[in-house]
């Protein structure tokens, strides 16, 4: 179902659900730093308009947004002037308001964006490349339907390149939108708090039924700091 299809008055990818302290632990940011991209300070604007403002909460889209945006920073450390700049480039191209939730961006867009960027930052062609390979890694992470974002595999390992499982994932229509194993709806977090309760990752994957790595991966995902 397109993010466009109405769920109430929004769908459930635009339904504000994630305070900004849980949003970054996700997408592993520090919260001051999605808070700057969120609402923005001085004359630096947002960069995605967020599901709500008073309470401050994003929504699921939003998540997706400071995701793929999350993984430009850690590679490069763009700034988010330039990343604004860059993504203004890619949406008049691509006539797209909001192109990084549009699976154009992972076709069209990544070389638009990798061609823009890369001139705003003055980085070599091997800069360009690896820009343009964590990018399409990150978009892998994004399961698309009717070419919008619908669902995404957060990083929860500390090194984001190269072939990371798919074990957590967050899907707006499942587990009220928290990270859960992939292909179960056990949330991410209830595992975390029994293990830092005391119980042994062999007794959880004993209790769950599920592998040794989804639940050493659904810990990371609730216990690793912000990068």
Request: proline share 5%; hydrophobic share 45%.
């Amino acid at each position: 179902m397109p993010i466009s299809d109405i769920y109430g008055n929004r769908s459930p990818e635009e339904l504000p659900a994630y305070a900004i302290p849980r949003a970054a632990q996700i997408v592993r940011l520090s919260p001051s730093t999605l808070r700057l991209w969120s609402v923005g300070h001085g004359a630096h604007k947002p960069l995605f308009d967020v599901a709500s403002r008073r309470p401050l909460l994003l929504s699921f889209a939003n998540l997706t947004e400071a995701f793929v945006l999350a993984s430009m920073r850690r590679l490069h450390g763009i700034s988010m002037q330039k990343v604004r700049k860059s993504m203004l480039f890619v949406g008049q191209k691509l006539r797209l308001q909001r192109p990084l939730l549009h699976a154009q961006f992972r076709t069209d867009g990544v070389s638009l964006f990798v061609e823009h960027a890369g001139h705003l930052l003055n980085v070599s062609a091997e800069g360009q490349a690896a820009l343009r390979a964590l990018l399409d890694s990150s978009l892998q992470r994004i399961d698309w339907e009717n070419d919008f974002a619908v669902r995404i595999y957060p990083w929860v390992r500390a090194e984001i390149a190269g072939g990371q499982p798919k074990t957590i994932v967050v899907d707006p229509r499942r587990g009220f939108g928290q990270p859960v194993i992939a292909g179960t709806g056990i949330e991410a977090r209830i595992v975390a708090q029994r293990h830092r309760a005391g119980e042994s990752i062999t007794d959880l994957v004993r209790d769950y039924g599920v592998g040794l790595e989804q639940i050493e991966d659904a810990i990371r995902c609730e216990t690793r700091e912000a990068a």
